[in-house]
């Protein structure tokens, strides 16, 4: 049996945070450096500690050891676990999606996310959403400073974790960003986007997905996006 290792992105895709996420970086950079953020950075698409090196640099700070950004990046997000979870929602058809296709035996879901591990997990947690992916499997914003890196870790712990190695013909990735998008086609995958964050559907098909969806509402048309063929790089460059 062909099976295809699914990788999800959260934010954007699965759920609406309600902004609150973006709360956590001029929170972290406060508690950090002493002094408040006076500058915003484009966030979406983007690691965590990606984020906070630009804004460290837009403010002039030398860089924060990984660690300690990493620690209160995941300190702030808990203390606002329950903003999240009021202010934030689960995206219409993302339930659906998700349960229909862990149903399918051909089929691993992890997720492939700008989050840190800690964060990603959490989020998924407050909205009921874990259960149906496995993290093991994942990729996170801990593990590489850009998106693209992510998805060659991903693959390696799925095979580490399911004994089976899942190729550019067998990895699929779901995104709501033309980051997420280009992540994937660097990393040779097939990309699902979902025009359901910032991004339109025009900039998503411009930065190379396969598919885009309007959202997940449609389920049947979701599995067959994610089942489809994945392009050879001749046939994408192509385009």
Do not use: C
Request: proline residues 4%; glycine residues 10%; charged residues 25%.
């Amino acid at each position: 049996m062909r099976r295809i290792l699914l990788l999800w992105d959260i934010d954007g895709t699965l759920i609406d945070d309600g902004a609150v996420g973006e709360t956590v970086y001029p929170l972290v950079f406060e508690r950090l450096t002493g002094r408040p953020a006076r500058h915003r950075v484009a966030t979406a698409g983007r690691t965590e500690l990606d984020v906070m090196d630009e804004l460290f640099a837009r403010h002039g700070v030398d860089a924060v050891e990984p660690g300690r950004v990493a620690a209160e990046l995941a300190a702030q997000l808990r203390r606002l676990a329950t903003e999240l979870r009021t202010a934030g929602r689960i995206l219409p058809g993302a339930v659906e999606a998700l349960r229909a296709l862990r149903a399918r035996p051909d089929v691993t879901q992890s997720v492939l996310t700008g989050n840190l591990r800690a964060n990603a997990a959490l989020k998924l947690r407050l909205f009921g959403l874990a259960e149906f992916v496995d993290l093991g499997a994942g990729a996170y914003g801990d593990d590489a400073r850009e998106r693209a890196a992510l998805l060659p870790v991903a693959r390696r712990r799925a095979a580490a974790v399911h004994g089976r190695h899942f190729d550019s013909g067998r990895t699929v990735l779901i995104g709501d960003t033309p980051q997420d998008v280009r992540a994937g086609v660097v990393g040779g995958s097939r990309v699902v986007a979902v025009a359901s964050g910032a991004s339109s559907a025009e900039a998503l098909r411009a930065a190379g997905a396969d598919a885009v969806l309007a959202d997940l509402r449609d389920t049947a048309a979701v599995i067959r996006a994610v089942r489809a063929p994945t392009p050879t790089p001749a046939a994408r460059s192509g385009r």
